[in-house]
């Protein structure tokens, strides 16, 4: 079974960039047809699909985050990351890391994704 752990500062101050780093064990980030996703949810609100990066490094992006929103892989590391820059109070939120079999494109719906990590509390404020 594949597991994902997300790792990151918890507390990030606004306008600087977020980044957090999300573990894969169980199998490997390059496997086709296997999709790595960015998913962050918000306190007291839905889920919100950030972006993803498939097994063959194309990434795909929210439109709601594209301008400010990478994600790229270290495959030597097998792992996959965010970063989020210029964010602001409303980017507080829970952020997942996913799996899907196949690409999956804006889909917030949980049951369409295999694996999830535990999720990481991320805070903005000064």
């Known amino acids: 079974q594949v597991q994902l752990q997300e790792s990151g500062p918890g507390l990030v101050k606004p306008s600087q960039t977020l980044s957090l780093a999300c573990s894969v064990s169980?199998?490997?980030?390059?496997?086709?047809?296997?999709?790595w996703h960015w998913i962050r949810q918000p306190p007291g609100k839905g889920l919100e699909w950030m972006g993803v990066?498939?097994?063959?490094?194309?990434?795909y992006y929210s439109p709601s985050f594209k301008s400010r929103t990478s994600i790229s892989r270290d495959t030597s590391k097998n792992q996959f990351s965010l970063q989020l820059n210029s964010v602001t109070p409303e980017d507080t939120a829970v952020y997942y890391c996913a799996r899907s079999d196949g690409l999956r494109v804006g889909v917030v719906n949980k049951s369409e994704y295999e694996d999830w990590g535990q999720g990481i509390q991320v805070t903005v404020s000064s």
């Open positions: 169980g199998g490997s980030i390059t496997i086709s047809y296997y999709a």
């Open positions: 990066i498939a097994y063959d490094g194309s990434t």
